[in-house]
C-alpha cells in the first residue's frame, strides 16, 4: 500500500505536465507588432489589435445613423492556415453595415496562423461589436483603466464589451453551412443543366443562335444553358420581365425558384410544378377533358463541373377522344389500359388515365469540350418542327450521352435502352429489352453552311448478347459492326442533315433518313420495299417583315413505307409503342406552317397542317402495308411496287391556335387557351381505323413548360 501514493502522486504531476503542454502546443494568430510579447500576453496581444483596427476604421453607414441604431452585432471571422482573415457571418439586418464589416476585415494586414503542433490551421473567432462605436474599448490601455478601477462585477462586463472570442470550429460547423449561403445570382443559366426542350421556349432564342457568322451548332438538343449564355442572356432578358412586388409571396409566383440556395460551390433551386388543363371535346361522348399533373423539380451545381435535374410527375387526366383512342390503341402487355404518348404507361383510374412519371440526369463537364450525361429522359436531333433522325415523342428512357466540341465541330454520341411492350414479346411479365446506340456528327462547313452524319443501331439482348461492347466504340461505323454480328444482328440507320443561314432573318434547313443502304433498291425505280428512306424540307424566317419576335416556319416530311421496321420482331426503330422519329410511322407525306409571335409576357402560336398517310389495313399486321413501324418486313406485300400511302389511304387536316401569358419566367410558368381543329378522312372506313375524325377541342391551361406535348396525328 505504501507504493500507491507513489504511484498517484506521479501519474497526477504527468497528468499536469501533459494539460501544459497541449497548451504551449496551441498557439493563437500572431500580428507583426505582437512577434516580441510574451507567449502568455500574445492572445491578449491578437484581439486588442483586432478590435483596435476595426473600430478605429468602422464608419457607420447613413442609414444607421439616420436611425439612431443603438445595440449589438457579431462577427463571426477565421484567420486561414495562410494567415488570411476571413468573414464567416455578421449577425445584423443592415445590409450596409455588412458591407462595411467586410471593407475593414479586408484591410487587416496578413498575419502568422494558428497553430497545434507546429502546424498551421483554422482559428474562428466571434467578436461583438457595439453601436454606437464609443462604446467599444478600443484598446488595451484603455481596458487595463476599465479594469483597475471597477468592482469586480464591472471588470467581468468591460471584459465582455471587448472580448473576441475564439469559438470551436467543431461547435460551429452546422451554423457556418447555414451562414455560409449568399444571394442566388443565377447560376443556373451558366450552367451544364439542361434548358428543358419546349419549342416555345427554344423559340426565344433560336434566332440569335443562327446568325450568320456564329459557330453554333444547333441540331443536337436538348443544349445546355452554357450552350446557348454566348447567344442569349436568360438572366436579363428574366430581369426585363420581373415584376416589382416586395411580397415573398409575389416574388416567388412571377418571378423566382420557389427554393433558391447558394453557397461558394454549390448551387440548387427546387419548384413545385404543375400540368393543369381543363377543357372540352365537341365531338366526344363525354362532358369535358382534363389533366391534373403535379411535379416537384430540383436543379443544381456542386462545383463548376457536376450538374443536376430531377422532375417527378404524378398525373392523372382525360384527354380528347382521339387521343383517348390511340393511347389505348398502344397499351402494353400487363392489362394497363393505355400508353399516354409522349409520357408513359397508365393505370386505370375511375375509367380515366393515372400516369406517373419521373425525369433526371447527371451532367459532368470536366472540360469546355466534354460534356457527360446520365439519365432518363428524351433527345431530339434536328432544326425542324419534326425529326426523321430522333425525337422526342416517345416516353423517357434511360440513357448515357456523350457531346464533344472543338474547332467547328461538334459530335454527340448516345447510348440507350429501350422497352418493347406488346405481348408477342412479354415473356415471364416482363418487357423486352432492346438497345440503341447513335452518333451525330455536326460540322459547321462555312459561317453559314452547316452539315452533319447520323448513324444508329438497334440490337437485342439475343444470345444472352446483352449491352454489346462493339458498340461503344464513340468513332466506330456502326454498320460495319452490325454486319459482323450476323445479318440479323442489329438494325442500322443512317441520315444526313444540313442548314444553311441565307442571312440573319432566313435558313433553310432539312434531312435525308435512310434505313436499308441498298442504292440499287433505292434508285432502281422499282419502289422496292428496300427503299427505306425519308426526308425532310424546311424554312426558318426571323423577325419576319422586320417585326420583332415574329416567326414563321414552314416544313415538309416524307417518309416511305417499311422505314424504321425490321424483319426481327423487336428491331424497329420504337420504343413504348411509339416512334422514335416521326409522330406517324411510316408511309405518310405532310407539309406544316407554324408563326409564333412574343410580346413581354405574351405569347401565342399558329400551327396548321396538310398531310396524307397510309394506315394498316389489318390488326395483326398481316398483310404488312409498311406504315406501322412494328410489323414485320418478312410479312410485307410486296418486294416491288410499294407506293406512298398504301393500305387505307387518309387525309390528315390539323389547324392549332395557342395564347398565353408567362406568369414566372424563371420556372416557365404559363397561362393558356388553346383551340385544336382536326380532320382525318380514310378511304375506307372502320377498316382497322377506329380513331375519331372529326376533332374540335378547347383547352384551357396553368402549366409549366418542361416538355412538348403533341396533339398532331
Excluded at 507546429?118 to 474562428?124: D, L, R, W, Y
Aim: include cysteine; charged fraction near 20%; charge should be negative.
Amino acid at each position: 500500500m505504501r507504493i500507491l501514493p507513489v504511484i498517484l502522486g506521479a501519474f497526477l504531476c504527468l497528468n499536469v505536465f501533459s494539460q501544459n503542454t497541449l497548451q504551449e502546443d496551441e498557439r493563437f494568430p500572431v500580428f507583426a507588432a505582437c512577434e516580441n510579447v510574451e507567449y502568455a500576453l500574445q492572445e491578449d496581444c491578437f484581439y486588442t489589435h483586432v478590435k483596435s483596427h476595426v473600430v478605429s476604421n468602422l464608419l457607420l453607414p447613413e442609414v444607421v445613423k439616420q436611425d439612431d441604431y443603438r445595440g449589438k452585432m457579431t462577427v463571426l471571422f477565421e484567420v486561414t492556415p495562410e494567415g488570411d482573415f476571413k468573414i464567416i457571418y455578421i449577425d445584423t439586418s443592415y445590409k450596409e453595415l455588412i458591407t462595411e464589416v467586410e471593407r475593414v476585415f479586408a484591410q487587416l494586414p496578413k498575419v502568422k496562423p494558428a497553430s497545434y503542433n507546429g502546424n498551421a490551421i483554422f482559428m474562428q473567432f466571434r467578436m461583438p461589436i457595439y453601436i454606437p462605436l464609443d462604446e467599444n474599448v478600443a484598446s488595451e490601455i484603455d481596458r487595463k483603466v476599465i479594469v483597475n478601477n471597477t468592482s469586480k462585477l464591472k471588470r467581468d462586463q468591460a471584459k465582455r464589451t471587448y472580448k473576441v472570442e475564439k469559438v470551436n470550429p467543431l461547435a460551429k460547423e452546422f451554423d457556418s453551412v447555414g451562414n455560409s449561403l449568399v444571394d442566388y445570382t443565377n447560376k443556373q443559366f451558366a450552367s451544364h443543366v439542361n434548358i428543358p426542350f419546349s419549342h416555345e421556349v427554344y423559340n426565344r432564342f433560336d434566332d440569335e443562335m443562327n446568325v450568320v457568322g456564329t459557330n453554333a451548332h444547333t441540331a443536337s438538343k436538348p443544349f445546355l444553358y452554357s450552350d446557348v449564355k454566348p447567344y442569349y442572356d436568360f438572366e436579363q432578358k428574366n430581369k426585363e420581365l420581373d415584376y416589382k412586388v416586395n411580397s415573398w409571396f409575389g416574388r416567388k409566383f412571377f418571378n423566382e425558384h420557389l427554393v433558391q440556395l447558394q453557397a461558394e460551390d454549390y448551387w440548387l433551386v427546387a419548384d413545385v410544378a404543375a400540368d393543369l388543363q381543363i377543357g372540352k371535346d365537341f365531338d366526344a361522348d363525354f362532358n369535358s377533358t382534363y389533366n391534373n399533373t403535379r411535379a416537384a423539380v430540383i436543379q443544381g451545381g456542386i462545383g463548376e463541373n457536376l450538374n443536376f435535374f430531377a422532375s417527378v410527375y404524378e398525373s392523372q387526366g382525360r384527354f380528347a377522344q382521339y387521343f383517348n383512342q390511340y393511347a389505348e390503341s398502344i397499351k402494353p402487355d400487363g392489362g394497363n389500359p393505355a400508353i399516354i404518348p409522349g409520357r408513359g404507361i397508365a393505370k386505370d383510374f375511375d375509367g380515366d388515365y393515372d400516369y406517373p412519371v419521373a425525369e433526371g440526369y447527371l451532367s459532368y463537364s470536366p472540360s469546355k469540350h466534354f460534356n457527360f450525361q446520365f439519365g432518363h429522359g428524351k433527345n431530339f436531333i434536328g432544326d425542324g418542327y419534326r425529326s426523321l433522325l430522333l425525337s422526342d415523342v416517345a416516353s423517357p428512357y434511360p440513357f448515357f450521352k456523350m457531346n464533344t466540341s472543338f474547332w467547328k465541330l461538334k459530335y454527340t454520341n448516345t447510348w440507350m435502352s429501350m422497352r418493347d411492350v406488346r405481348p408477342e414479346v412479354t415473356e415471364s411479365g416482363s418487357f423486352r429489352t432492346k438497345y440503341v446506340a447513335n452518333h451525330y456528327l455536326s460540322y459547321n462547313v462555312t459561317k453559314r453552311l452547316n452539315i452533319g452524319l447520323f448513324e444508329s443501331v438497334i440490337w437485342e439482348n439475343d444470345n444472352e448478347r446483352g449491352f454489346d461492347l462493339n458498340y461503344l466504340n464513340p468513332v466506330i461505323f456502326y454498320r460495319a459492326i452490325e454486319f459482323s454480328t450476323g445479318s440479323r444482328g442489329g438494325n442500322a440507320l443512317i441520315g444526313l442533315t444540313g442548314k444553311y443561314k441565307w442571312s440573319n432573318h432566313f435558313n433553310t434547313y432539312g434531312q435525308l433518313i435512310i434505313d436499308e443502304f441498298s442504292s440499287s433498291d433505292i434508285f432502281g425505280g422499282q419502289q422496292s420495299y428496300k427503299n427505306k428512306i425519308g426526308y425532310q424540307l424546311g424554312l426558318k424566317y426571323f423577325n419576319a417583315f422586320n417585326v420583332d419576335n415574329l416567326y414563321f416556319q414552314v416544313e415538309f416530311n416524307q417518309v416511305r413505307p417499311y422505314t424504321y421496321s425490321h424483319n426481327e420482331i423487336t428491331l424497329n426503330y420504337g420504343h413504348n409503342n411509339q416512334s422514335l422519329a416521326h409522330l406517324w410511322g411510316a408511309n405518310f407525306r405532310e407539309v406544316i406552317a407554324i408563326a409564333r409571335y412574343k410580346k413581354d409576357r405574351f405569347y401565342g402560336h399558329l400551327k396548321f397542317i396538310v398531310g396524307k398517310r397510309g394506315f394498316e389495313l389489318e390488326e395483326d399486321l398481316d398483310p404488312f402495308y409498311g406504315s406501322d413501324i412494328y410489323g414485320n418486313d418478312e410479312n410485307r406485300i410486296s418486294d416491288n411496287g410499294n407506293a406512298l400511302f398504301q393500305g387505307n389511304a387518309a387525309d390528315f387536316l390539323y389547324g392549332e391556335i395557342e395564347l398565353g401569358y408567362i406568369v414566372n419566367p424563371a420556372t416557365n410558368l404559363k397561362v393558356y387557351a388553346n383551340f385544336i381543329n382536326r380532320n382525318i378522312s380514310a378511304d375506307l372506313e372502320n377498316v382497322n381505323y377506329n380513331f375519331q375524325n372529326n376533332t374540335s377541342w378547347i383547352n384551357f391551361g396553368f402549366r409549366t413548360d418542361l416538355f412538348n406535348w403533341y396533339y398532331d396525328f
